[in-house]
């Protein structure tokens, strides 16, 4: 090996160093964050990591999944005038999607799929001009150990004892830290006017 050889040899080797030790520092100077990816490329929370993570729950509204749905109705309904959105976030888990579907007078259906915080911008303004209530008509839970899921029906009213301007079917996905309960996700469709509840979603059936 001739001298140019080594000076050549040695500059490189001096670069791969100097970019080691670099990356070194930069993975030195940045925070290790305290919720770590789990093998299935989610995100792993702890209670206390969702606690600091959202805004305070109400321990009434997050202590079983039946209180979870009661709440998750009950907090955006109401007459005209400001919604405790931040009781509505308290819910849901950070990373929680809400979806629906609906078909237009063409026959097309679309889904629409949304944070927490999208369905809140969209729909915060217009729903705090009008009165607005959601019952709960007929729900079928299911639940084992840290995870429950309910297929419902509910109605939309603009009072509390008018007749409802529209029902829908939901699903909704709900899951336990082991201090309080989460919505993981919820889904709905609206039942279009010419179509009647299903009957196990149907009070009228299930009051017979």
């Given at each position: 090996m001739n001298i140019n050889q080594t000076i050549l040899r040695t500059n490189v080797l001096l670069i791969s160093f100097t970019v080691s030790f670099a990356g070194v520092i930069s993975a030195q100077g940045k925070k290790t964050p305290?919720?770590?990816p789990q093998e299935d490329g989610g995100t792993v929370y702890a209670a206390s990591d969702l606690a600091s993570s959202t805004p305070l729950a109400r321990p009434a509204d997050v202590a079983s999944p039946e209180a979870l749905l009661a709440a998750l109705h009950d907090s955006v309904s109401g007459p005209q005038g400001p919604v405790d959105w931040d009781r509505f976030r308290s819910l849901f888990l950070p990373s929680a999607r809400l979806g629906s579907?609906?078909?237009?007078?063409n026959g097309v259906t679309r889904i629409t799929s949304s944070t927490v915080e999208e369905l809140i911008s969209s729909g915060a303004a217009?729903?705090?001009k009008v009165p607005w209530y959601e019952e709960i008509l007929v729900k079928h839970l299911e639940r084992f150990d840290h995870i429950a899921v309910a297929f419902y029906s509910h109605d939309d009213r603009s009072s509390l004892q008018g007749?409802?301007?529209?029902?829908s079917v939901?699903?909704?996905?709900?899951?336990y830290d082991?201090?309080?309960w989460w919505i993981q996700s919820a889904s709905w469709e609206a039942v279009p006017k010419?179509?009647?509840?299903p009957p196990e979603l149907d009070p009228r059936v299930h009051t017979r």
């Open positions: 305290s919720v770590k579907t609906r078909t237009d007078v217009e729903r705090e007749p409802p301007i529209q029902q939901n699903v909704c996905v709900m899951l082991g201090s309080r010419f179509r009647s509840l």
